[in-house]
């Protein structure tokens, strides 16, 4: 198997992933009780300061954990399970859901086992293409072996991968490709996140071109930087998206709860600093308002 040995199954790719000039400042929490946040690029600069002139102390990877002790004009203080400091934009890091390495590793865990499968990633396209080994009796015939590659990908589309996506399936303990099929976008692969001036993102959702984001701020931060900072995120995103929600609640345990699940509002709707929606009407939003 010379060309399987060339592609990058997922648990290497995760050991690889894991092992005062500014007058705006936002003070998350101190470091003892950091927030915890993950890196969402495949590779970022961990810098020594909030510019991208100053000096690289390393590179972090995709799925990599850090915590993040302040946030300065978009820019977060972080350090990581190393305990380097450094500087990292806060379009770089976010919630795990958002991790591709954290999302193709649930997938591998959690969902793939039911299918009795294997699945590997390769180096040079990585997660766009895949190679599925299925159970001996799917190789009977192409279309038994691709009726099933096509169910695995569809879920591996929508938990880890939307864009177009080409499955390989290889014959058992062999170099030989059995068949091959191609599935279509569902989504935009590349979804843009938002630096966030003010606060941290806590969750960012995406379905049928409809955006929903979530953000932690400072219980101090006044109304007009909380409509700055919608404005700024929604502009962020044009065609094809159709509708942009966005809600910045209080940091703290009750609004970060509600960011992260809102079947679940707060008895005190002030906690929800700001909601705010953009759509083919324009934009509507209101004050101290769980949606």
């Not at 290889?170 to 191609?182: A, Q």
Request: hydrophobic share 35%; aromatic share 10%; with cysteine.
């Amino acid at each position: 198997m010379i060309r399987l040995l060339k592609i990058c199954f997922l648990l290497i790719v995760l050991a690889a992933c894991t092992k005062e000039s500014l007058k705006k400042e936002t003070t998350l929490t101190d470091r003892e009780s950091a927030s915890t946040a993950f890196v969402i690029k495949e590779t970022v600069n961990l810098r020594s300061n909030n510019t991208t002139h100053s000096a690289i102390i390393k590179k972090l990877n995709d799925g990599q954990q850090v915590r993040i002790i302040r946030n300065v004009n978009g820019w977060y203080e972080i350090y990581d399970d190393e305990n380097n400091t450094g500087w990292l934009r806060s379009d770089m890091v976010g919630p795990k859901e958002l991790s591709r390495t954290k999302l193709a590793a649930a997938f591998v865990d959690s969902i793939l086992p039911a299918y009795n499968s294997t699945v590997y990633f390769d180096n040079t396209d990585l997660y766009k293409t895949i190679y599925l080994i299925l159970p001996e009796s799917y190789y009977q015939s192409e279309n038994k072996a691709e009726s099933l590659a096509g169910k695995i990908g569809a879920v591996y589309q929508e938990k880890v991968y939307p864009g177009d996506l080409e499955i390989r399936i290889m014959k058992k303990n062999t170099d030989d490709l059995f068949s091959r099929i191609y599935l279509k976008a569902i989504g935009n692969a590349d979804l843009p996140v938002p630096i966030i001036q003010k606060g941290r993102l806590i969750s960012l959702y995406q379905k049928n071109w409809q955006i929903k984001i979530g953000i932690a701020v400072p219980a101090d931060i006044s109304k007009s930087e909380l409509l700055q900072q919608a404005r700024s995120i929604s502009a962020k995103y044009e065609l094809p998206y159709n509708k942009v929600e966005i809600i910045q609640a209080i940091d703290n345990s009750i609004g970060q709860s509600y960011l992260l699940n809102h079947s679940r509002k707060p008895a005190d709707v002030s906690v929800c600093k700001l909601y705010y929606l953009e759509d083919k009407d324009g934009e509507y939003y209101k004050y101290n308002h769980c949606e």
